[in-house]
């Protein structure tokens, strides 16, 4: 049996993983998120965006938590900059994640740029899962193609669907933006901690709804994060 490469300081001989079970899971995550772009396009057209709008983000920013919590703020009446910065804050984790990949993959210098834009949660799961450098590096680049091509082709079809149907919200398609951003949210939530996050989030998320601008409650909510390992941190002492 063949055995991985060293990959780093930390990586231990583990048997390596066949290139058609990376491809198959790679695929899988690849198809089942990007197929959620059409819920994104018919958001963003319910959110007042054109379908050139919606293209754009998904072409540019390619992050669908960001995207979702940029739609539905500017779709609730919220400016721009609350909106906008919301979404920067929940990007940003993916900056963390690259710090991480660049390790792990150490791609020339020439493609990391590229590489960039398919830094998610999905490419960071199925490239960090593997046990050596070339499946991290597959896992990655097939999560990555699949998502991004299928994400924006389900953008456009989604942004045109809602388009000629009219208002959105009159098929109830506005409450499809929030159930798949749940649906995406739902298997992170898996620990105590976690499910502290969620719980303290929504929580400040309610109370502030009634009192602060559009997009504001979403910044706020943020602080649930730091809020609750503050606490753990305090306790662990």
């Given at each position: 049996m063949k055995t991985a490469q060293t990959t780093g300081p930390d990586t231990v001989r583990q048997p390596e993983r066949p290139r058609a079970e990376v491809v198959r899971d790679a695929l899988g995550v690849g198809v089942a998120v990007g197929l959620s772009?059409?819920?994104f396009g018919v958001t963003s057209a319910g959110a007042g965006l054109?379908?050139?709008?919606?293209?754009?983000?998904?072409?540019?920013?390619f992050?669908?938590?960001?995207?979702f919590a940029l739609v539905s703020a500017l779709g609730a009446g919220g400016?721009?900059?609350?909106?906008?910065?919301?979404?920067?804050?929940?990007?940003?984790?993916?900056?963390?994640?690259?710090?991480?990949?660049?390790?792990?993959?150490?791609?020339?210098?020439s493609i990391r740029p590229l590489a960039a834009q398919w830094v998610i949660?999905?490419?960071?799961a199925v490239a960090l899962a593997q046990r050596e450098r070339a499946a991290a590096r597959l896992g990655f680049t097939v999560t990555g193609a699949s998502l991004y091509v299928l994400w924006n082709l389900t953008t456009l079809l989604g942004?045109?669907?809602?388009?000629?149907?009219?208002?959105?919200d009159a098929w109830g398609l506005d409450a499809a933006?929030?159930?798949v951003f749940l649906a995406l949210l739902a298997p992170m939530v898996k620990g105590r901690t976690e499910r502290a996050v969620a719980a303290l989030a929504v929580l400040l998320a309610l109370v502030c709804l009634p009192v602060l601008p559009a997009g504001v409650p979403v910044l706020v909510a943020a602080l649930a994060a730091p809020l609750v390992l503050a606490v753990k941190k305090r306790a662990a002492r």
């Open positions: 772009g059409f819920a054109s379908v050139l709008q919606s293209c754009v983000l998904s072409l540019l920013v992050t669908g938590a960001s995207q400016s721009p900059f609350a909106a906008a910065a919301g979404a920067f804050f929940l990007g940003t984790r993916n900056a963390f994640y690259g710090l991480r990949l660049s390790q792990l993959l150490r791609l020339p210098a949660d999905e490419t960071s942004a045109l669907g809602a388009s000629a149907l009219g208002d959105p933006g929030p159930a």
